[in-house]
């Protein structure tokens, strides 16, 4: 979607080392989630959140942490990036609980 | 995590052919949703379901909301080479912890031969 910006789109990183991925949208939406994908598993929920004063942990939520700056950005920090972190990130947002989530078109994240 | 058990894991047909995929879960689910992720992209929302019951069509994609809230199918008709890709089922539990959250299933590969 469009309206759901990831950056960086690829990144490749060493092993310790502090990484930020960052989320944006226009959607004006209030619900704002970060995934990760590996192969043969879907997606799975890391952080998710409800509105800037809302955080909450999601299924894998451990070596993570989540920031919600404003309506429309939330970015997701790799305190000390571990090569097990190698994977596809994708951030999402919905209007409300009820309503389908859009999603950006990821960061491929590695990890040496 | 909880994973839907969605299949067949892929799927290798002929220009044309029809195809059909399917989630179950254990649990219910109030909500179920299907994507298609090409590569290099994020998922894309193709159909959502809010009843049991339900089905609903999208151009030659056609899903339905099993009437026990635990499962779901896609099929596409006549498949053309552009419809390569992966596709993830995704249910939304009914309120409590889980409110507003989603479970995604594993994902079928398509590969259209033309």
């Known amino acids: 979607d469009a309206d759901v910006t990831q950056t960086p789109r690829n990144r490749i990183t060493k092993t310790g080392k502090r990484i930020m991925l960052e989320c944006s949208q226009t959607k004006g939406h209030d619900r704002m989630y970060w995934y990760r994908q590996d192969p043969g598993l879907g997606l799975q929920l890391i952080y998710y959140s409800f509105d800037v004063k809302d955080i909450n942990k999601g299924e894998i939520s451990d070596g993570y942490s989540v920031s919600r700056q404003a309506q429309a950005k939330f970015s997701l920090s790799l305190e000390s990036a571990i090569p097990n972190q190698t994977a596809l990130y994708f951030c999402?947002?919905?209007?409300?609980?009820?309503?389908?989530?859009?999603f950006g078109d990821g960061t491929r994240l590695s990890i040496l | 995590g909880q994973q839907l058990n969605q299949s067949p894991q892929s799927m290798f047909i002929q220009e044309g052919e029809d195809v059909s995929m399917n989630c179950t879960s254990s649990?219910?689910?109030?909500?179920w949703l299907w994507y298609k992720q090409d590569p290099g992209e994020g998922p894309v929302l193709l159909i959502a379901l809010y009843k049991a019951g339900e089905l609903t069509s999208n151009g030659r994609l056609t899903a339905q909301f099993g009437i026990t809230r635990k499962d779901s199918f896609l099929n596409i008709s006549a498949s053309i080479p552009s419809d390569v890709g992966i596709y993830f089922c995704a249910g939304q539990k009914p309120g409590g912890t889980s409110y507003g959250k989603l479970t995604f299933g594993q994902g079928t590969i398509l590969t259209v031969h033309p």
């Open positions: 649990s219910i689910f109030n909500t």
């Open positions: 999402a947002t919905s209007a409300d609980s009820n309503q389908p989530q859009h």
